[in-house]
């Protein structure tokens, strides 16, 4: 009920309340003073709670603490300071391992991007982003804790979630590279099998000559050409007569120009040979 003077909350309802937040049954000698102390912080305490259950960190959790803490026990009687600290000490401390969850997520998220984004795959470079995000998370939780608190535990667990991810991430890159280097394998063979076959054929099909080699000559004194060639393991044979008369009308296709006089004539031969 509500004070007919004031409109203050009467002490009974307000511990009435207190103890339903807290689901834990008050001290009955807590003073009027000691439950409104206590409602204050314990409203503070929830403000950061709803920020942590959204998945969010507290800046300078720490700090925080201790203020609401302090302010929340300096005006109390010595018979109320211990049970409104410890009750808030309790709280905060939920609250710090919360935070310390968070801040581990955090932490494992950015060094398995960093795993995948990166090129670099060397055992030293693993062990330095291992350092990296251990000391990014010692330096946030450094400023969520209060004096006596710890975060050990969660350093410890970070450290081993870290090299199992490491370790997991070199397994994976070395049987990719070996998946990589069976292809290159294969690609090896079948090329090799494909030259073999290659070389097979032009065997069979007298293909295989290493030299090819041809040479010409003009007979002195006639209109006797004669050549001869020597490719992939084919000879040729050409014999031809041009008269020197005619030499200018001739192209690579014949006498196909106009106006070619009468007995200009071109005699050509040609024959293969097969060794």
Same mark, same amino acid.
């Given at each position: ?12 309802? +307000? ?24 409602? +204050? ?235």
């Amino acid at each position: 009920s509500l004070s007919p003077a004031s409109g203050a909350m009467s002490p009974p309802l +307000l511990k009435t309340l207190v103890v339903l937040w807290l689901g834990v049954v008050t001290r009955a000698e807590l003073s009027p003073a000691g439950y409104a102390s206590l409602s +204050l912080g314990l409203k503070k305490v929830g403000s950061l709670k709803k920020q942590l259950e959204k998945g969010n960190a507290v800046s300078s959790l720490g700090s925080k603490a201790d203020e609401i803490c302090d302010k929340s026990v300096e005006t109390l009687p010595a018979a109320d300071r211990e049970y409104v600290g410890e009750i808030l000490e309790a709280q905060l401390r939920a609250c710090y391992e919360k935070q310390l969850r968070i801040l581990r997520d955090v932490a494992l998220t950015d060094f398995r991007r960093a795993v995948l984004t990166s090129g670099d795959s060397n055992a030293a470079t693993e062990h330095s982003r291992v350092a990296k995000a251990e000391r990014n998370f010692c330096i946030n939780a450094v400023e969520a804790s209060r004096g006596h608190w710890s975060y050990e535990a969660s350093r410890r667990e970070l450290r081993d979630s870290l090299f199992a991810i490491a370790t997991r991430s070199a397994e994976v890159r070395t049987a990719t590279l070996k998946a990589a280097q069976q292809r290159a394998n294969y690609f090896t063979v079948l090329r090799k099998l494909v030259t073999e076959l290659e070389d097979a054929t032009n065997k069979r099909l007298g293909l295989d000559a290493t030299i090819d080699a041809g040479v010409a000559l003009r007979i002195p004194d006639t209109n006797v050409n004669l050549s001869a060639g020597l490719q992939r393991s084919k000879s040729t044979i050409q014999l031809s007569c041009v008269p020197d008369d005619s030499a200018g009308l001739l192209t690579p296709n014949g006498f196909n120009k106009a106006k070619v006089a009468p007995g200009d004539m071109m005699l050509s031969y040609k024959c293969d040979l097969k060794s």
